[in-house]
């Protein structure tokens, strides 16, 4: 789905401004970035691979959210299957029936899978783009967006060209892929 209710607005800036045209992928990513700081929600399913370099965790979340923060839900490994996450801009706090533990703030060198969803929230809606390139991601036609979050820490989303959705996130720190994130079933609006 497309972040459609805002493209209309993007598409008469570029006409009025005489930039018409497909737009390059810094205008592109330019057009991402105020689109997802305008949404209300954005709600999505991610596969999440989480590689500590000596272990490997693989889960799946369920995710919703708005600009004040949402609730990530782990629906496997079936183990912890219920478990959720609460997320704002003062932290987290992980929750599980009725009971509740505050896991602290947001810090990127001691970065957590459960602290990158709610890290590539933030940087779709106003991250510092180092660089955007288009180019094809298992078929789609992408803009491949690189955010700088730290000295350390940097991620990459692939949007969808057309729709302006994600396919997919890494997040790097000291330039290996600590956390990959497959997004499928998402909404922004």
Known sequence: MRISRL??????????????????????????????????????????????????????????????????????????????????????????????????EILPEGLTPVDAVPMLLNLWRGGLVTEAVFEKRDGEECLAALYHVSDRVESRTWFERDTWLPLKSEVYLDGYAVIVCDFYNVRAE
């Open 7 to 104: 493209f209309p607005c993007f598409l008469a800036l570029f006409v009025l401004s005489g930039c018409g045209g497909n737009p390059g992928p810094e205008e592109l990513a330019a057009q991402i970035e105020a689109s997802y700081a305008e949404v209300s929600e954005v709600d999505f399913a991610a596969r999440v691979r989480a590689d500590y370099g000596d272990r490997v965790y693989d889960f799946t979340v369920s995710c919703s959210s708005d600009a004040g923060g949402g609730v990530l839900t782990v629906a496997e490994p079936e183990l912890i299957a219920g478990v959720t996450v609460r997320f704002s801009p003062e932290g987290a706090v992980l929750g599980y029936d009725g009971a509740e533990v505050f896991t602290g």
